[in-house]
């Protein structure tokens, strides 16, 4: 069974920063497309940022430029740096591939707030 545990979340200001990551168990990490998604309150789930196995990697329009998704296959981990953060970004984010499998992980609650 495949395990993902997503950690790194908290309570910050707008303009600050966090850094997420994510360990994926099992075999094949590298061979993965890897994704960070999000969930804000009474929304539906969203891609935030994916990264492919040679390192390239897309993002939404409303995190171009604050937020850079990293992965080390050594480690099986994602990374999400989240820069200038916004009182929108509040959400519970989630790793999992791309396209998503069926299990989630418990996700880590940003929440971004004066």
């Known amino acids: 069974q495949v395990q993902l545990v997503e950690s790194g979340g908290g309570l910050v200001q707008p303009g600050e920063s966090l850094r997420l990551s994510c360990v994926r168990s099992?075999?094949?990490?590298?061979?993965?497309?890897m994704a960070w998604y999000r969930q804000a309150p009474g929304k539906q789930r969203e891609l935030v940022a994916h990264?492919?196995?040679?390192?390239?990697?897309n993002y939404e329009e409303s995190v171009k430029g604050r937020f850079t998704i990293s992965r080390d296959n050594a480690k099986n981990t994602v990374y999400l740096q989240m820069n200038s953060l916004k009182p929108e970004d509040t959400a519970v984010y989630y790793c999992?591939?791309?396209?998503?499998?069926?299990?989630w992980g418990q996700g880590t609650q940003v929440t971004v707030s004066s």
């Open positions: 099992g075999r094949g990490f590298g061979l993965l497309v």
């Open positions: 999992n591939t791309l396209p998503a499998l069926a299990y």
């Open positions: 990264i492919m196995q040679s390192g390239n990697a």
